[in-house]
């Protein structure tokens, strides 16, 4: 079986022959279908975040159920499933009141499935970890069940795929962490996966005014084609970025989402709101990365600040419903994937997405 693996954070992609075991217990085998590149992938690979190694990266992914281990009622073989990067341990707290995405039990932070093993290995025995229990830059893999969750017939399997992350991240963001209400004002800070997927959401949920903001310009104009109404680029001009969106939202956005995770456009987002307004964080930073604001207005002017991991996904309830939307037309996520690449070009999508260029890349195997 081939997969990408690096050997440590900051070091680069190699492809390797790697065996994988059955599926034991709560487990079940995938045959993957379609990866998509995030960028949380390259904060592991450029050494961003600690993480053990050697591992196999992606996140992203979707395939096909071919053997369940004992136990494992759902999904069944043949199933086309979507997989979460937060498998849900479904016994803590969070799980229980509905908030899978803090679980605190999940298995995923480990890297290996719920018994602490994991079920991938070199020829010489050597243990390979897997990136979030998932490892989708695989052509095969083990996951816990609950990671594993069935999408509706007919989706297509590149959907599914970037509903297992940017999708859901970005439109949860505005539908479920902010619950952004119809009518109002809307602006997003970064055009990738998830800022492009925010936008989306800003669409289904009836948003008046969708600023976009990014500092490439290509990515303006498919962010103006997904229901932006204003775009702005951004330049190294802070104080014109900031005119033009306060402008294009009649004095501030409701919401402002950050969907890079630098500093600096952090604190634009929190900068730009009117009394009232929330910015909402998801772009993750490298770690130790601290931003600032100035105290007295953002509390005289009782704004706020929510942090929005996963788009508060509760994966197998949100992933089918987002296919469904998908299906139904109302949220166009298949225009997202601009490029198909087979693992031996990640390292190639890894330097675009440095670059800023090009929307999503995808892995699909066995094409
Ligand atoms: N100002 C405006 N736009 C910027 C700036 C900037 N200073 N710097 C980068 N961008 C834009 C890029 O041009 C790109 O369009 O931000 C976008 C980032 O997109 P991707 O690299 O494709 O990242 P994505 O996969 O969408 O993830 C965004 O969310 O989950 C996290 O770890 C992930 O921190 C990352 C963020
Ligand atoms: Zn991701």
Not at 99 to 113: A, I, K, L
Not at 271 to 289: K, S, Y
Not at 341 to 357: C, N, S, T, V
Request: glycine share 12%; charged share 20%.
């Amino acid at each position: 079986m081939r997969a990408a693996v690096i050997e440590r954070p900051g070091t680069p992609v190699r492809i390797e022959d790697l065996r994988v075991d059955d599926p034991r217990e709560g487990e079940v085998s995938v045959r993957m279908l379609a990866s998509g590149v995030c960028h949380s992938d390259l904060h592991v690979r450029d050494g961003d975040w600690e993480r053990p190694g050697p591992i196999v990266l992606g996140h992203e992914g979707a395939g096909v159920v071919e053997s369940v281990g004992p136990g494992v009622s759902s999904p069944r073989v043949g199933d086309l499933v979507a997989l979460t990067w937060y498998a849900p341990c479904l016994r803590c707290a969070a799980c229980q009141t509905g908030r899978q995405w803090g679980c605190s039990d999940s298995p995923s932070v480990r890297h290996r499935m719920a018994d602490g093993t994991t079920r991938l290995h070199r020829d010489d025995g050597a243990d390979v970890l897997a990136y979030l229990s998932i490892g989708t830059f695989a052509e095969t893999q083990v996951v816990p069940a609950t990671a594993a969750i069935p999408m509706p017939d007919g989706t297509p399997p590149e959907v599914a795929a970037l509903i297992g992350c940017c999708v859901s991240t970005g439109v949860g963001a505005v539908t479920k962490t902010a619950g952004v209400e119809s009518g109002s004002s809307v602006v997003v800070f970064g055009l990738g996966g998830v800022g492009l997927s925010a936008v989306m959401g800003a669409v289904l949920a009836g948003a008046a005014r969708i600023v976009a903001v990014d500092r490439v310009a290509a990515k303006l104009d498919v962010a103006r084609d997904l229901g932006a109404t204003h775009c702005v680029q951004a330049g190294d001009n802070r104080q014109e970025t900031r005119a033009a969106i306060v402008d294009a939202t009649n004095g501030g956005p409701d919401y402002a989402f950050e969907a890079i995770g630098l500093a600096a456009t952090i604190e634009q987002a929190i900068d730009v709101l009117p009394p009232g307004g929330t910015a909402v964080l998801v772009g993750l930073t490298p770690f130790g990365v601290r931003a600032s604001f100035d105290v007295f207005p953002f509390v005289d002017g009782s704004r706020r600040i929510l942090g929005s991991n996963y788009g508060f996904a509760v994966a197998s309830v949100d992933f089918p419903r987002y296919a469904e939307l998908q299906l139904a037309g109302r949220l166009p996520i298949e225009r997202l994937v601009d490029r198909r690449i087979d693992l031996d070009g990640i390292e190639d999508a890894f330097d675009r997405m440095r670059r800023g260029e090009g929307l999503r890349s995808v892995v699909t195997f066995g094409a």
